[in-house]
């Protein structure tokens, strides 16, 4: 499935999307919102509030549209600006589900076999999985290609969901002989903040769903709670190495200067630079507990300002899915007609 990417310039457009599965937290933040900032200069972007990616974990309906709004609010928080940036709800958008369907023809299910994702997710027992946390992926790739989205930021989890994206795309392009229908989407991965991990064990990603609050810094946390997580975090005996090759096989180690350089635009050669030789409660725990607070504290406080207001939250969010849905109302009604949907002709 090798197609060039057949988008020329002048036709880039972003898609990303956020599940209000629960609080943020600073992977989230440096993984995806950050990049979400900056493409919004660049690019036309749209950014989703996957709540219809929520539910294949059960979600409390009276908690979900809060959540939803939470999301929203942080992405405004953190910078994005709806004026610019397509902000919605993917159930405001039924053509997600739509397109889902169709592509849920289109994907093989040995593809999905594959999906490292489902198999964390569903654990031992994936017989109790809902059908929807299964076919997961492939909704992705419909929330991307209704919009013939050509490049998605995401961390480095969503990589092999982008490669699906990419495969699902080839094999409707091939199969309904449309080539270049559907571009064969970039995932943007590369960066300081790419793979976020938990305080707790630097060899396990920071996540919404791991039971310990210690293990990572909520965009909500207060000053006194991220301070007193960077002073539990865990480390190794020794001091800070004098060169990143001496973060080798120290994961602890290697995350907290990974944190400090993204959150500080330093490489990590230029924080290890000021702190070599260092342990790490001397200075640079707490600069780097400083650096977290004077990043995020603004967030958290512009959050709970937008939160105060939800039905202005309702109101951006409903223009933005007019927006959303006259994008890809032409695109999901030209892959009917090559479908061949009487519907679509
Ligand atoms: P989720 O919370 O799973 O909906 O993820 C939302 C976005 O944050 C996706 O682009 C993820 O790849 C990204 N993300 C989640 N956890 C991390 C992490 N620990 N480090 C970097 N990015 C992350
Ligand atoms: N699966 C993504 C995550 O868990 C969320 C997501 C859904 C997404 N649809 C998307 C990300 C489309 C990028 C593009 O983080």
């Known amino acids: 499935m090798t ?16 599940q209000p599965s629960g609080a943020l937290h600073l992977g989230n933040y440096l993984g995806a919102l950050v990049k979400f900032v900056a493409l919004q200069h660049e690019m036309e972007c749209l950014y989703c ?20 709004r939470e999301i929203a609010a942080a992405y405004f928080a953190a910078g994005v600006d709806p004026a610019k940036a397509i902000v919605f709800a993917q159930s405001a958008v039924p053509e997600h ?14 593809w999905l076999d594959r999906m490292t994702q489902f198999k964390e997710k ?33 961390g480095e989890d969503q990589k092999q969901h982008l490669e699906l994206t990419r495969d699902i795309a080839a094999k409707f392009n091939h199969d309904f002989d449309a080539p270049g229908f559907f571009p064969l989407t970039e995932a943007l991965i590369e960066g300081p903040g790419a793979r976020i991990m938990s305080l707790r064990d630097g060899t396990a990603k920071m996540s919404k769903s791991d039971p310990s609050d210690q293990s990572r810094i909520n965009l909500t946390d207060d000053a006194d709670t991220i301070a007193g997580k960077v002073k539990r975090a865990k480390t190794d005996p020794l001091p800070l190495p004098e060169t990143v090759e001496g973060l080798k096989d120290r994961p602890e180690a290697d995350n907290l200067v990974g944190v400090y350089a993204a959150l500080s635009g330093q490489t990590k050669a230029q924080v290890l630079a000021q702190y070599a030789g260092q342990g790490f409660g001397q200075s640079f725990k707490p600069a780097l507990a400083d650096i977290l607070v004077e990043r995020l504290s603004p967030v958290s406080a512009e959050m709970r300002r937008l939160m105060a207001d939800p039905a202005e939250i309702d109101r951006t969010l409903a223009a933005g899915a007019a ?12 892959t009917k007609r090559i479908v061949g949907f009487t519907a679509g002709q």
């Open 97 to 110: 589900a739509e397109l889902a369907w169709i592509f849920n023809c289109v994907a093989r299910l040995g």
């Open 49 to 68: 509030v996957v709540d219809l990616h929520a539910i294949t974990a059960w979600q409390d309906p009276k908690t979900l549209a809060s959540q939803t």
């Open 122 to 154: 569903s654990g031992k027992h994936k017989e109790r999985a809902s059908v929807g946390l299964y076919t997961y992926p492939v909704l992705q790739a419909a929330d991307i290609l209704l919009y013939k989205a050509t490049h998605v930021p995401v």
């Open 3 to 18: 197609e060039p990417l057949i988008a020329p310039v002048g036709t880039r457009r972003v898609f990303s999307g956020v």
């Open 323 to 334: 927006r959303a849905r006259a994008l890809a109302a032409p695109i999901l009604a030209q």
